[in-house]
């Protein structure tokens, strides 16, 4: 049997390969632009097409795969739904069956909609003639006539009952073999429907048993009351027999009484009335979801315009009928269609009747690869797995078995791939009715189109780019396989460990395995090593030809891969064994808990709780000494080179209970303290690696209590080669001439920055630089006579951050604000006002500024907001708190939502009253200030000790490590030897404070 890896491979539009051997040609569609495609045989009269798109809306692939098969040849379709019309049924059961029963599948398709909550379809079942399930119907239902042609459309089947019991009388529009409900009326069942019906309620029942006649649509029956019973949940069915039965709570209090009228011996007829006579002669049926085309036009009347996966059937003008799905939830392979685009892509595909089947994670198509043994899935279900559904469309083959070699298939049967990449095909046989058979003693092989060579043994090697076929005969029969070459891809992409990477911290003396990957046409090409070219620039090591990296020195340079002339490159900073391997800042978050019950994780960015950067962790624990399994803050960070040490920061709760770090060693698992909670502040932890240590796994909670629970909060985790306590920012010197901005970043314990360590800006953009060790250069926008700003920021590896600014003074530079001619804040006011920072306030002779007012809070909102807030519309939800909200002026209420939203302004708590004030119209002090400064900043520069202020004990506690740190940055230096915390602040030293951090 063919591996499932092959038929991967030949079943392209799937995540590791493309099929690509379609013309190049664009074309557009429904789906989007057509960049691939491939038909496969799979018998005679049907054929398996697979098609790949380009959706450009939303930048991702979209993924259809149908079989179109001809009603009149040796194909036939036929309905299956497993034992039962109740309970749904996996694809490999169904499959199972038509195996038992002689049958080759050439295809599977999942088929009507169905109740998830007890696996019955919705609409029309037919099978072998018989009606098995009664049609719904609002939608349409699709019947495969003993001709073999489908119709689409409604039967118009009512079920009648009636009986010679005058207090029976009579009924219409009786459902057959659905579930019982309340509210479903009367039902009538047969032993298709399962063991029993299932009821959940009391229920009435009527075994009835078949005088003469059959469930066939547009017939009818007569049968006789065996015996009557009322009945505690599901009824038991029979074989040959009928049942009525309605739920003893029903709505409908007239049909029970009518029901219960009923005695043994009874007759009572069933007719199957049709409106449509064509339906009599449907060997099986099954039910839609809905209409999609109509007489050659759309009939989507639904706004359903979501991408799923979707499942259809189509009939088209010749009488050949489509089978389609289209993939879908699976960014990458296909994102999958809308409903009105499934409509149109039917009529592109000839159909002048098409239905909706069951779509979603129903959707799947299963195909019989010629010369295999069973079908295998073509394209990918959303949900990763097949789902069991209600019913399926299987694709029969008819013909006759020869047994001796008719037809060859190779496999992969369609490719692209790049110059220089080598594939091994794999050749089966069929007979001429497509059934497997031996394959003949000798083969040989062909290429077409000069796109290179094949070997005996059928390993081809592409040698130049172009279309053509790599073929093969013997025995007198003969196949082929499409094949593209590609010498130039559209884009390379460099992978580690299967994903891309673009930056790389690793340690010197270490060896990193890279790969690459390329794309043609938003496919994947199927490649080799030899097909690409390695280098490495910055004297950092070296690689081979497989790519693998060897860092022999220290420093920053980076990985190249090279083909066609396409290239693309990885950052790579070689360390003495030093690594930073989680600081909880982005979303990427490498520790996770192994039971959230009772360890929950929560990312803060409230920077009073931040040690470095932007966020932490904090960590809620509840633990019992009968907890049979460690709950674990996991991580699986790997272990090699020089490291000896790791380091990270803890603020505790107070409490006695200890932190356990766990390592996988030669020895198994060994566990280290790490120290308690007793300690509110921040302290960093440093702890020993074990000898033979191989994987940090994570970190656990012990206590000598029964019953404990606590909190605690991690930042800044280090892998170190030497126990050390770095708390010195890196040192920055710079300046500019000739257009060039130059500046050397040292560190003692970082002295190679990478380049993910400096943000350089210009007047607040980011400014393209170039690093070499500590060297930054970076050329500066031309000069336009204004002055600007340059600020440049670095963090060392322990996360220690430093500032340097350069400002570049304007060339006579005409101040925007009438009363700031002298004033000490002139040049701070005249930038912010050109960076659109700032405003003033209009009069008749000009615009002020006002500098020696004092700032209100209102104020202060819109200048932080016009300094941090690109989209304000982004906060137009926000719920403010605040009692006084509606004093906010209408003029500052937007940048107040921002700023609130941002955690930038809190507001004040009224211990009186226990509400939240904003005040927007009083002035905002000093500390203040510097406190909602302090929390736009990351946290991690040095901190100036208040105590060489007279007044630095009277700042508050929750202003003085922000006060602290905008005096090391020189944001703030005080007035006159004071920091005077309480005082307003105006809006002159409200300007400075802002230039300073731009």
């Known amino acids: 049997m063919i591996s499932n890896k092959i038929l991967r491979r030949a079943a392209a539009l799937a995540l590791s390969l493309s099929l690509a051997a379609a013309p190049v040609s664009v074309s557009a569609s429904a789906l989007g632009e057509e960049i691939g495609g491939s038909s496969l045989r799979l018998a005679r009269g049907a054929e398996l097409q697979q098609t790949l798109f380009w959706n450009s809306a939303r930048a991702d692939r979209v993924s259809e795969n149908y079989v179109v098969y001809d009603p009149d040849d040796t194909v036939e379709a036929v309905v299956a739904y497993g034992n039962d019309i109740r309970g749904a049924a996996a694809f490999r059961t169904v499959l199972e069956q038509a195996k038992e029963a002689g049958q080759q599948v050439l295809a599977i398709l999942n088929g009507d909609i169905f109740d998830t909550a007890n696996g019955v379809a919705i609409g029309l079942v037919v099978k072998d003639g018989l009606l098995r399930s009664s049609e719904y119907s609002q939608y349409p239902s699709v019947g495969f006539l003993r001709d073999g042609s489908v119709l689409i459309g409604s039967a118009g089947l009512s079920i009648g009952l009636r009986s010679d019991n005058e207090a029976f009388g009579s009924f219409n529009n009786v459902s057959f073999n659905k579930n019982l409900s309340k509210n479903s009326g009367l039902m009538l069942y047969s032993s298709d429907y399962g063991e029993s019906t299932a009821a959940s309620m009391d229920s009435c029942n009527v075994m009835l048993s078949i005088d003469r006649g059959e469930l066939r649509l547009g017939s009818s029956l007569e049968c006789s009351v065996l015996s009557t019973a009322e009945t505690s949940g599901g009824a038991i069915l029979a074989e040959d027999r009928l049942m009525l039965s309605i739920a003893s709570d029903t709505s409908y209090v007239g049909a029970l009484s009518s029901l219960r009228a009923l005695q043994p011996g009874d007759t009572v007829r069933v007719d199957l009335f049709i409106t449509d006579p064509r339906w009599a002669e449907a060997a099986y049926a099954i039910g839609s979801y809905g209409s999609l085309v109509s007489g050659g036009y759309t009939n989507v009347k639904s706004t359903d315009t979501g991408l799923n996966p979707r499942t259809a059937l189509g009939v088209r003008s010749d009488g050949n009928v489509v089978l389609y799905t289209v993939d879908g939830r699976r960014s990458g392979h296909s994102i999958g269609s809308s409903l009105q685009d499934l409509a149109y892509r039917m009529l592109e595909l000839g159909c002048v009747e098409a239905v909706n089947l069951d779509g979603g994670g129903s959707t799947a198509l299963l195909a019989l690869y010629p010369g295999c043994e069973a079908p295998e899935e073509v394209g990918l279900p959303s949900e990763g797995a097949l789902r069991r559904c209600a019913n399926y469309i299987l694709l029969l083959n008819r013909a006759s078995s020869t047994g001796s070699a008719a037809h060859l298939h190779l496999y992969p049967y369609s490719l692209q791939l790049l110059k220089g990449a080598e594939v091994g095909f794999e050749v089966k046989a069929t007979d001429k009715g497509y059934y497997a058979c031996e394959l003949p003693a000798r083969l040989s092989y062909d290429v077409t189109g000069g796109i290179g060579s094949v070997s005996e043994e059928g390993v081809f090697l592409a040698g130049a780019a172009g279309k053509g076929q790599v073929s093969v005969s013997g025995g007198g029969a003969e196949g082929e396989a499409e094949v593209l070459v590609v010498d130039r891809p559209d884009s390379v992409v460099l992978l580690r460990n299967g994903s891309a990477v673009s930056s790389l911290n690793v340690e010197q003396g270490t060896e990193i395995s890279f790969s690459a990957q390329s794309f043609f046409r938003h496919q994947i090409l199927r490649d080799a090593p030899a097909c690409y070219e ?465």
């Open 534 to 998: 390695w280098s490495v620039s910055g004297g950092i090591g070296s690689i081979d030809e497989r790519g693998v990296f060897t860092a022999s020195n220290r420093g920053e340079g980076s990985v190249t891969v090279s083909v066609g002339g396409v290239s693309a490159s990885a950052s790579v900073k070689v360390s003495s064994g030093n690594l930073r391997f989680e600081g909880f800042e982005g979303s990427n978050i490498l520790f996770s808990s192994t039971d959230p019950e009772r360890l929950r994780t929560e990312i803060l960015r409230d920077k009073s709780l931040v040690r470095y950067g932007e966020q932490s962790m904090k960590v809620d624990y509840e633990i019992s000494a009968t907890d049979e399994e460690t709950a674990l803050l996991s991580i699986g960070q790997h272990l090699s080179g020089k490291s000896r040490c790791i380091s990270f920061w803890l603020r505790g709760d107070g409490g006695t209970d200890r932190l356990q770090l766990h390592f996988k060693t030669d020895a198994g698992e060994t566990l280290l303290d790490a120290g308690s909670l007793e300690s509110r502040e921040w302290k960093q932890v440093l702890v020993a690696l074990p000898e033979n240590a191989s994987l940090f796994r994570g970190i656990s909670v012990s206590s000598e209590k029964e019953e404990a629970q606590g909190s605690f909060c991690l930042d800044q985790f280090l892998l170190l080669e030497d126990a050390l306590t770095d708390l010195d920012p890196p040192e920055i010197g710079g300046g500019a001439e000739a257009g060039v901005f130059r500046a050397l970043i040292s560190d003692a314990g970082d002295p190679n920055p990478a380049g993910s360590q400096i943000a350089l800006s210009f007047d607040g953009a980011p400014l393209a630089f170039t690093l070499s060790g500590g060297f930054l250069t970076a050329q500066l926008p031309e000069a336009d006579g204004r002055s600007h700003k340059i600020s440049l920021l670095a963090s060392d590896l322990s996360g220690n951050l430093s500032r340097f600014f350069y400002e570049i003074p304007g060339d006579g530079e005409e101040a925007p604000f009438a009363d700031m001619a002298g004033h000490w804040a002139e040049r701070y006011t005249t930038y912010l006002r050109a960076q659109g920072i700032i405003n003033g306030v209009k009069k008749d002779d000009g615009l002020y500024y006002q500098p020696d007012k004092n700032m209100s809070r209102s104020e202060f909102a819109v200048i932080m907001s016009n300094w941090l807030v690109e989209d304000l519309s982004a906060y137009s939800a926000v719920e403010l708190p605040f009692a006084d909200l509606t004093e906010i002026p209408a003029w500052a209420l937007s940048q107040v939502k921002a700023m609130y939203s941002l955690g930038y302004v809190t507001g004040s708590l009224d211990s009186a009253s226990g509400k939240l004030y904003f005040k927007p119209n009083s002035s905002i002090s000093r500390q203040e200030a510097m406190t909602i400064l302090g929390r736009s900043q990351a946290r991690g520069y040095a901190e100036t000790d208040l105590a060489g202020f007279p007044d630095g004990g009277s700042v508050a506690g929750w202003a003085a490590p922000y006060l602290r740190s905008l005096l090391s940055q020189g944001v703030i230096s005080g007035s006159n030897g004071k920091l005077l915390p309480q005082d307003p602040v105006t809006r002159g030293q409200m300007a400075k404070m802002v230039y300073c951090l731009y």
